[in-house]
């Protein structure tokens, strides 16, 4: 089945850093790519919907400037928390979809992302 | 607005027993229905969908799910359930409208014992 690598798996870094988390799609073209936000014990929150060669469009309640989301190629699409501190600390999850397949998301296996 | 429901935090169910987790939706539309399986600190892995056809919709590692339009759900369903079913379980509807984006309800923890 389709393959979605992300990376890193886990990110332990100082508050005021900014992380870059990675998400490619190995055997498919993901014309779109979906971040999420997963809280311990809850349900995945959509940050934003990318699509190749165009903006994000983020949801609302979502910093656009604090999260900053390329999808510069069919195959990869970046995630960078820009200054991250506790609050931000979380699990992130992507997942990528092609639209001329219309077969369901495809998720990487997520990050932890732990802001001390 | 889209929206996706799953009653149970958790499911506990003996090895062996069948296992039903619930999802009810709320469309406007044709509802584009899946369900999706996270084991701990992993991302989602799909079981199964329902797009059109047959209201009963075989998957992934034995796992099924009934499409029901006059109740609006649709349940997961295994016959006979493993100790390694144990995981958090996600149903959710597609969007056709907002970006084909998927509305996820707030998850089921199934426990199965041995």
């Known amino acids: 089945g389709a393959v979605v690598s992300q990376h890193p798996s886990r990110v332990i870094c100082k508050s005021g850093t900014s992380v870059k988390i990675e998400c490619r799609s190995l055997?498919?073209?993901?014309?779109?790519m979906f971040w999420y936000r997963q809280f311990p014990k809850q349900s995945l929150m959509l940050m934003a919907t990318s699509n190749e060669g165009s903006k994000a469009t983020y949801e609302q309640g979502v910093e656009k400037d604090k999260f900053l989301i390329n999808h510069a190629s069919l195959t990869l699409s970046t995630l960078t928390v820009t200054s991250a501190h506790p609050e931000d600390s979380s699990f992130y999850i992507c997942s990528g979809w092609d639209r001329a397949l219309n077969q369901p998301q495809h998720f990487g296996d997520g990050t932890r992302l732990s802001i001390l | 607005a889209q929206s996706v429901a799953q009653p149970e935090d958790q499911v506990n169910v003996a090895e062996g027993n069948p296992l039903t987790v619930k999802c009810t939706y709320s469309v406007s539309g044709n509802p584009y229905l899946f369900w999706y399986v996270q084991y701990p600190n992993r991302g989602l892995q799909f079981l199964l969908k329902y797009i059109t056809g047959d209201n009963l919709v075989k998957g992934s590692y034995g796992f099924e799910a009934e499409f029901n339009k006059s109740q609006t759900s649709f349940h997961l369903k295994k016959p006979s359930a493993l100790v390694s079913d144990s995981a958090l379980y996600f149903c959710?509807?597609?969007?056709?409208?907002?970006?084909?984006?998927?509305?996820f309800g707030g998850g089921t923890r199934v426990l199965v014992k041995p």
């Open positions: 055997d498919f073209q993901a014309t779109t």
């Open positions: 959710a509807v597609r969007d056709m409208a907002a970006g084909n984006k998927l509305t």
